[in-house]
């Protein structure tokens, strides 16, 4: 298995763009570790490089899979140096989820923050995860006026009752109780 540090700084080397930050990465990595093993997922991958960082903690414990709206060459250069197979699927971030598999034991969710997708989001990929599963939303505590995750995840929340699992920067996680 690739370590964390080795997994972060392989992330933060990715080509194209990439909106995480260091400690962001290797929080991924912490988190998504202590996900049950079982299937994992990115929604709304860029290029990659929060995959790169999270799914190395995965290694051996569950097909990998990431999902953004439009198929990158930078992505599938990326991903290509994991050392684990990735399935790509490509769409809007509520459509994917049909493509995934139930019984998720990892998700993060950094799609559309706006209006149109994270209520959708939450819809549906809540309810993929696996008891004990982990969530993640990124742009969690954005202060712009077209990012709503905070808003809807909060209400989700209310209701859910899921596990607070802490943050780090804009991102907030969250375990299926079970």
């Known amino acids: 298995m690739i370590g964390r540090d080795d997994a972060v700084a392989m992330a933060m080397a990715c080509a194209g763009r990439g909106h995480m930050t260091l400690e962001e990465c290797a929080w991924l990595y912490d988190v998504a570790g202590r996900a049950p093993d079982g299937p994992a997922i990115e929604i709304g991958v860029l290029c990659g490089r929060s995959v790169l ?11 990998v899979y990431a999902a953004d709206i439009k198929d990158r060459a930078e992505l599938h250069q990326n991903l290509a140096t994991l050392p684990m197979p990735v399935t790509v699927l490509i769409g809007l971030s509520w459509e994917v989820a049909e493509q995934a598999p139930d019984g998720l034991a990892f998700c993060f969710i950094d799609a559309d923050h706006g209006e149109e997708g994270i209520p959708r989001d939450i819809k549906v990929w809540p309810q993929k995860m696996r008891p004990g599963g982990i969530l993640v939303f990124h742009d969690y505590d954005v202060w712009k006026p077209t990012v709503v995750v905070k808003r809807e995840v909060d209400a989700w929340q209310a209701v859910a009752r899921w596990e607070d699992l802490g943050s780090c920067r804009s991102a907030k996680a969250f375990r299926r109780p079970g």
């Open 53 to 63: 960082a999270w799914a190395c903690a995965r290694e051996g414990r569950g097909e």
